[in-house]
């Protein structure tokens, strides 16, 4: 009996761009160190799990951090600050949102 094999390369390959109010991970990292970002939010979306918003200056509302699959999601609160520690973030205001 043979085994298919899966391309798994295309499975994980997001087809749409991100939304206006997403953005990545290097955009991100680009805004910080232009020092354009205003405030980061992380946000419980549930129970331990968390999502990085970040406030950029020169856009309305929030930008949610997204990944190739969609929105980057952390599943520990410990990882995201080691993420943030690693990260220029400077003086930037780090806010946290948990859920009721």
Do not use: C
């Amino acid at each position: 009996m043979a085994t298919t094999r899966r391309d798994t390369s295309a499975e994980t390959k997001r087809t749409t761009p991100p939304l206006p109010d997403e953005l990545t991970a290097m955009e991100l990292l680009e805004f910080l160190r232009r020092r354009e970002v205003n405030e980061l939010i992380v946000v419980e979306t549930e129970p331990h799990r968390y999502q990085l918003q970040a406030r950029i200056t020169w856009r309305a509302g929030r930008s949610t951090v997204s990944g190739t699959r969609g929105p980057r999601t952390y599943r520990n609160l410990n990882t995201l600050v080691t993420y943030l520690k690693t990260q220029d973030i400077g003086s930037t205001l780090v806010r946290l949102e948990l859920l009721a």
